[in-house]
């Protein structure tokens, strides 16, 4: 387990991502407290590879089963994959099921709202293509609401990821311009139950797992190219990546093993003007509840 040291500031947030493998460790055992424990005390949790009735994770609903684990957390899932699951059972009764897998977040504060965003899918004619995607929360700590995502993109295909990184890019950008997800000046309150219309802020942390490592397109079009003599060129509607900005070196860190090379293709993105704000990065090189590490970054935020 890895924790930050506590920082009296009611902004400073803990932040983990974490590729999960449907809680499959490097030992080949499922065990959802083992990936609960290794993520610790973090404030927004952003879960890869979570499963939902699949026989090879024990046929439960690891949404609920992860929620269960950090009950102090708000949460919300969204599914890539969804397929029917249904059964029927000893009197021959329907049981309505369906078999999915995606990406989930989870935070210490209200999430207000949120929204699964599917991604560019290319079909494949050997290679197993699944439906891939990121889901989006907007929550409300202490510091004012802010954006975060939990993102999962192609694993086989560069290409389908460069139209993934960049219809993610467009969600990024788009999302304040479009608003919340009820909006207007004449929405009735029976659409809001007595609450506020929940906000699209433009500050946002985007976390997951990219299969590309720093040096590829996918990474160039999120953060910048490299120029020679002036370095990383992150534009104002680019993402700032935690680990650099935390002092690492771009090419270091290892969050997964890639026919047996270490590679870091797990990544926590500020938006720039949050890019000040990172206090630390760290990889739990130590864990070993999936075959991927998970990765942390301690982030004030500014009110």
């Known amino acids: 387990m890895l924790t930050f040291a506590r920082n009296t500031s009611p902004t400073s947030m803990r ?78 009764r329907l049981v309505h099921r369906r078999r ?43 510091g004012g609401p802010i954006r975060v995502y939990s993102v999962h993109l192609a694993h086989a295909s560069a290409p389908e990821r460069v ?13 304040p311009s479009a608003g919340g997800v009820i909006s207007g000046r004449d929405v009735k309150p029976a659409w809001l139950s007595g609450a506020a219309p929940p906000p699209m802020p433009c500050s946002a942390v985007v976390m997951g797992d990219f299969n590309a490592t720093s040096d590829t397109r996918e990474y160039e079009i999120l953060c910048g190219a490299v120029d020679p003599r002036h370095g990383r060129l992150t534009t104002i509607e680019g993402l700032v990546d935690a680990w650099v900005a935390a002092g690492n070196d771009v090419g270091a860190g290892t969050t997964f093993r890639r026919d047996g090379a270490p590679v870091r293709i797990d990544y926590i993105f500020v938006t720039p003007e949050l890019a000040g704000g990172v206090r630390s990065a760290a990889i739990g090189s130590a864990a070993v509840g999936s075959d991927h590490q998970p990765i942390f970054a301690e982030i004030e935020i500014a009110g």
């Open 100 to 142: 999915r897998f995606g990406n989930m977040l989870l935070a210490r504060w209200p999430i207000l709202s949120s929204r699964n965003h599917l991604l560019p899918k290319d079909g494949l004619v050997r290679q197993v293509s699944l439906q891939r995607s990121a889901i989006e929360g907007v929550i409300a700590p202490p």
């Open 163 to 175: 139209r993934q990184v960049e219809r993610l890019k467009e969600i990024l950008m788009g999302a």
């Open 15 to 92: 932040f983990a991502s974490y590729n999960v493998q449907y809680g499959t460790g490097k030992d080949g055992r499922v065990d959802l407290a083992r990936i609960a424990a290794e993520i610790g005390d973090a404030d927004v949790i952003a879960l890869q590879e979570v499963d939902c009735f699949f026989e090879r994770s024990g046929n439960v609903d690891q949404a609920r089963a992860f929620a269960a684990l950090f009950p102090e957390h708000h949460w919300v899932f969204g599914a890539g994959l969804d397929v029917d699951a249904s059964l029927s059972d000893a009197s021959g």
